[in-house]
C-alpha cells in the first residue's frame, strides 16, 4: 500500500475516532435535555420501530431514484444534516440562535459548496449526534436486537438482493454525507469528480472518473468510506 494509501487510512479512522468520542461527549447533555426519542430505553420492541423506518425509508430512495427523484433525496439529507447538527450545536453552544445559525450554516454548505471536507465535516456531526441519539435512547438488549438484525439485514441487501449497490450507486453523484469522501492528495476536488454508475464496478468497490483522479483503488486519490 503507497504512503498516499496510508494517510487516507489514517483519515479514516481520524473520523471514526471523532466521531465515537464527540457521541460519548454528547451523551450526557442529551439525556438532561431531554432528546431521548423514547419512552422505555428498556423497550425490545423500540428496535422494531427503527427496523421499519430504515426499511421505509431505505424504499423510499430507491423508488426516487428510479423516477428520477434524486434532488428530492438530496434536499431530505441535507434537511436531516442540518436537524443533526443543530442537536449537536444545542449541546455545545449556549444561545439557541447561534446553535440555529450554524445548523443552518451545515445545511447550506452542503448545498452550494458540498467539496469533500464539507461532507466530512456534516458526516461527523451527524454521526455523532445520532451515534448520541442512539445511546441514550436503546438499552442493551434492544440495541443488541436492533444491531443483530441489521447486521443480517446488511447482508442481504449487498450480497443476496444488491439493493444497497444500487442505492450506494445513486448517493455518489449526490454529494451527501451518506458516503464519506477519504481523499489521499489535498488537490482532490470532489466537485469536478464524476463516478461511474456501472453496478460491477461499485460491487467491485471502484469510482471510474473523467482523467482517473479519483477512484476507491489503492493508490488513487480517494477512497469512499459507507
Do not use: C
Not at 438499552?139 to 444488491?162: E, M, R
Request: no cysteine.
Amino acid at each position: 500500500m503507497s504512503r498516499r494509501a496510508y494517510r487516507g487510512v489514517a483519515l479514516a479512522a481520524l473520523i471514526f475516532l471523532v466521531v465515537q468520542v464527540g457521541a460519548l461527549a454528547l451523551v450526557p447533555t442529551f439525556f438532561e435535555q431531554g432528546y431521548q426519542t423514547v419512552e422505555d430505553p428498556s423497550d425490545p420492541t423500540n428496535s422494531l420501530l427503527y427496523i421499519g423506518a430504515i426499511i421505509a425509508m431505505t424504499a423510499f430512495m430507491l423508488a426516487a431514484f428510479k423516477y428520477d427523484l434524486d434532488q428530492l433525496i438530496r434536499l431530505v439529507i441535507v434537511f436531516t444534516s442540518g436537524l443533526l447538527a443543530w442537536y449537536v450545536f444545542a449541546a455545545l453552544v449556549p444561545s439557541a440562535l447561534v446553535a440555529v445559525g450554524l445548523s443552518a450554516a451545515v445545511a447550506l454548505a452542503l448545498l452550494v459548496y458540498p467539496e469533500w471536507y464539507v461532507i466530512d465535516a456534516a458526516g461527523v456531526l451527524m454521526g455523532a449526534g445520532a451515534a448520541a441519539l442512539f445511546g441514550i435512547s436503546f438499552g442493551l438488549l434492544p440495541a443488541i436486537v436492533l444491531l443483530s438484525v441489521l447486521a443480517v439485514y446488511d447482508a442481504i441487501s449487498v450480497y443476496k438482493t444488491k439493493h444497497m449497490l444500487d442505492l450506494a450507486e445513486g448517493v455518489m453523484d449526490l454529494r451527501i454525507p451518506v458516503v464519506l469522501v477519504i481523499p489521499t492528495t489535498l488537490s482532490y476536488s470532489i466537485l469536478g469528480d464524476e463516478f461511474a454508475r456501472d453496478a460491477n464496478e461499485v460491487s467491485d468497490g471502484g469510482n471510474a472518473t473523467d482523467g482517473g483522479e479519483s477512484a476507491a483503488a489503492a493508490g488513487s486519490d480517494t477512497e469512499a468510506e459507507t
